[in-house]
């Protein structure tokens, strides 16, 4: 993995993971509690972040090995889900692919909403699972896979920070412009989408290269 793969994969997972999508979701569902208890939930959830994202990259391509699953074919499913979420992220609305108002009322009855549904599927959705998981079958190399590793890390902190200091970032940026990067997210995404079903249905078909 070179710096331009690098970045390429730092940006992708950062447009999957969507950080500021994630400050709206937290702040909705954590408007209960004291702020205190929502740092709290937000050190909670980096913790989780960093653990689902590092469990999808190392346990994943073996997983799908174990059912059978190509690399193409799981590309191929990742790009249709990623073309949802960003058709609904285009239209400013929340995917159910990511996360469903059951799973919001849920929340709102458990102590904590740290793992179950900020972390997952809030901030870790399909798409960050797809991206990750195709990142370990298109890097296997043991070296690659620590670089991809600390830069879950990173983002996974980074994430955490965002949701720490959420209620600060939103008076600062405002909903209005969270809703505007959303949809230029979306846009981005489904470009990406493009890209792995393309990518997946050569992989699947080789006969149309």
């Not at 653990?51 to 074919?73: D, F, K, Q, V």
């Not at 059951?102 to 960050?128: C, F, H, T, Y």
Request: proline share 4%; charged share 10%; hydrophobic share 55%.
């Amino acid at each position: 993995m070179n710096i331009s793969e690098a970045l390429q994969f730092i940006v992708a997972m950062t447009i999957m993971l969507n950080p500021l999508g994630g400050i709206s979701v937290f702040l909705d569902l954590t408007k209960r509690v004291s702020h205190p208890e929502q740092k709290k939930i937000a050190r909670s959830s980096t913790i989780a972040i960093i653990s689902i994202m590092l469990i999808a990259l190392w346990t994943g391509e073996a997983l799908l090995n174990l059912l059978n699953i190509t690399i193409p074919a799981f590309r191929f499913a990742g790009g249709i889900i990623l073309l949802l979420i960003g058709l609904s992220m285009l239209q400013s609305k929340e995917s159910a692919v990511s996360h469903t108002e059951a799973d919001d009322e849920a929340a709102k009855n458990q102590e904590s909403i740290a793992i179950v549904p900020m972390a997952l599927p809030v901030i870790v959705g399909p798409g960050a699972i797809s991206t990750l998981v195709i990142a370990a079958g298109d890097y296997p190399n043991l070296i690659d896979k620590v670089y991809l590793t600390a830069i879950c890390v990173l983002l996974g902190i980074c994430i955490g920070l965002m949701l720490y200091y959420a209620t600060r970032i939103l008076n600062l940026v405002g909903a209005s412009l969270i809703k505007v990067i959303t949809r230029i997210m979306g846009m981005i995404i489904m470009a990406i989408a493009v890209g792995m079903l393309a990518d997946g249905l050569l992989g699947l078909l080789p006969a149309l290269r």
